[in-house]
C-alpha cells in the first residue's frame, strides 16, 4: 500500500459520506459503501499549541476508505453510472476538520495488476 498526502475535491452524500471526487484531473463516482474511522495523530509534532477546547480534529484524523470508478458518460444525469469495464480503486482520504479540505492519503495494493505482481523465487 503507498501511503502519500495529495489534496482531492469530493463532494458529500446528504448524509456527509463522499460519493464523488476528482483526483489527478480525472472524476471517480464512489461504487461501494463507504467506510469511516478515526486514528491518533501526532498533534504535538504537527501544530504549535493546542488551544484550549480544541479536541475533535485536532486529536484524530477522519478517515474515509472508499471505492470509486471513474466517471463515465451518462445520459440519465440523475443517477450516475460508471465505465462498467474498469476495475475499482480502493483508496483512503482525509477530512480535515477545521477547513473541511480532503486529502488522498493512501492507495491500496489491490490496484497494481495481478500480471505485474510475481511470486518470489525460492
Known sequence: MGMFSE?????????????ELRWGG???LVCAEPVRWYER???WAEERRAPLGSGPGLVDHEIWRVQV???GRNPHPETPAAEPSAEPLTLDLVRHAGSGRWRLI???DALRPQDTIRPKSA
Open 106 to 108: 493512501r492507495i491500496h
Open 69 to 71: 470508478l471513474p466517471a
Open 26 to 28: 480525472t472524476d471517480y
Open 7 to 19: 489534496s482531492v475535491d469530493v463532494v458529500c452524500a446528504p448524509g456527509g459520506q463522499p460519493a
Open 41 to 43: 495523530r501526532q498533534w
